[in-house]
């Protein structure tokens, strides 16, 4: 095992792996930007190291000034939690030349599987049904229009080495291809350095749902059920649970086999997600596979009873997988990301001083924040300031605990988007799992916080 792990991120998810550190017998060493000093998981960490400016690219996404701080620490291994670095080939690649153990999947795997249209066709090989479109990548518009007549409009235009909604459009007939194919590939460009598109059929009315797996790099694999992550805006989640609401259980077990088959032909290592799109029949089709621990990974923790972030760190040192017949998923979770925004100005994130902060407890609560009474909320970042999570033994039990614990949440200081959640939890839709990727834009005029925002201190 590790004796000293540097974590090169930021926020509530380095805290969250400093907290599985210490429970490891590890010494933890937190990283931040000059705008971080006082931010919980530097306070959190046994050794903290200043890597430069806010802008992300001068501190957390540089590789140099990262590896500095590993190397002068005297660490061993580094874990890259979600998001900056964290599918980073490169950077996986430069922790190895420098004798440094990255705490995730193998750079090929990252390179394999980062790439959409690559591992699109990687799935299929391995038995998971793809959504139709083109084969690989798209160059021209031309092309584009050439693959979206013989699947049939609408098509989603994506980013081939995309994330989190960028690079991404809606496309509903020929003469929309002309502005939006450009559109999405310059925004890809602009976020990830990778113009390159491709093209999906779309999946009308779909569920988003997702399976959690762990795997060894030895073929051995490990499935922890999946996460239905449906409530979105503008394709970036917002609410996630476990199980999903649309799935019976032959399609579940079904589901998890095609997944735990196709990783465990890929010698998968580490924690990965597959997500998938589903239709109202339970069809369901591999969209792309997320190579990190995901910010909605404490919801299949909760169900699955499983520390992610520690096993992680096991795998990464050469411990063994653990056996299937240690997990026994039970009960329904819900995760609720808590965003320092203003939902009915279009979601528009703002920063600001917590003045005042209560957390929800009590049982089947778990509050995932870095944030703390006079924290300033930094603008650089994303907004998210906490996650939510709650467990019950039913779906029902647990919208209830649900609405009792954002009920305690009180954030003075900067507006959240905690209305919103208990909006969705009041709505009838969402509570008979009838609901789908566009539920926000479904139920635009039954969710008051999206008409009227929030009212604060």
């Known amino acids: 095992m590790f004796h000293r792990i540097l974590i090169a991120n930021r926020g509530e998810i380095a805290l969250r792996i400093v907290r599985a550190c210490h429970e490891l017998g590890i010494e933890a060493v937190a990283v931040y930007s000059t705008v971080d000093r006082e931010c919980l998981h530097v306070q959190a960490a046994d050794h903290a190291v200043c890597i430069g400016p806010p802008p992300a690219r001068h501190s957390y996404l540089s590789t140099s000034n990262v590896l500095a701080a590993a190397k002068i620490t005297g660490c061993q291994a580094v874990h890259p939690g979600y998001g900056f670095l964290a599918e980073n080939s ?26 959409k249209a690559l591992a699109k066709r990687l799935m299929e090989e391995g038995g998971l049904p793809t959504i139709p479109g083109s084969n690989g990548v798209v160059d021209t518009v031309a092309d584009a229009k050439s693959v979206a007549d013989v699947h049939g409009y609408p098509v989603m235009v994506k980013a081939s080495a995309g994330g989190g909604g960028r690079g991404m459009r809606l496309v509903h007939d020929s003469s929309e291809m002309e502005r939006l194919f450009p559109a999405a590939s310059g925004e890809a460009e602009a976020a990830f350095g990778d113009g390159r598109m491709y093209l999906e059929k779309v999946i009308l009315n779909p569920h988003h749902v997702e399976v959690q797996i762990l795997g060894d ?13 449906s409530i979105q805006r503008r394709n970036q989640k917002i609410l996630e649970e476990s199980p999903s609401p649309l799935l019976d259980h032959q399609t579940r077990e079904r589901l998890q086999a095609l997944a735990h088959n196709a990783c465990a032909r890929l010698s998968y290592r580490s924690a990965g997600t597959l997500e998938f799109l589903a239709d109202a029949e339970r069809n369901f089709y591999f969209m792309e596979m997320n190579t990190r621990i995901q910010v909605e990974h404490p919801v299949s923790e909760m169900v699955a009873g499983v520390d992610l972030i520690k096993e992680q760190i096991r795998i990464a040192s ?7 017949g240690e997990i026994f998923p039970r009960g329904h979770a819900m995760e609720f990301r808590i965003n320092a925004e203003e939902p009915s100005r279009n979601f528009m994130p703002r920063g600001g001083i917590i003045e005042r902060l209560r957390l929800p407890s009590g049982p089947g609560v778990r509050v995932d924040t870095h944030i703390y009474e006079g924290y300033r909320v930094p603008t650089q970042y994303d907004s998210l300031l906490a996650k939510v999570i709650v467990w019950d ?17 009180e954030v003075v200081g900067v507006p959240t988007n905690t209305a919103l959640h208990v909006d969705i939890l009041n709505n009838q839709a969402f509570n008979s799992g009838q609901f ?15 008409l009227a925002g929030e009212v604060h201190g």
């Open 436 to 450: 789908s990727t566009s539920f926000l834009e479904d139920h635009h005029r039954d969710l008051p916080s999206l």
């Open 318 to 324: 050469g411990n063994s997988l653990l056996a299937d």
């Open 90 to 115: 490169g950077f996986a690649r430069a922790c190895q030349d420098q004798d440094l153990t990255f705490i995730g999947p193998t750079a090929d795997s990252m390179e394999k599987l980062g790439d």
């Open 393 to 409: 033994r039913s779906r029902p039990d647990c919208v209830s605990r649900g609405k009792r614990a954002l009920d305690e949440l």
């Open 217 to 229: 790099g030895r073929g051995g694999i490990l499935t922890l059920g999946e996460r239905d992550c």
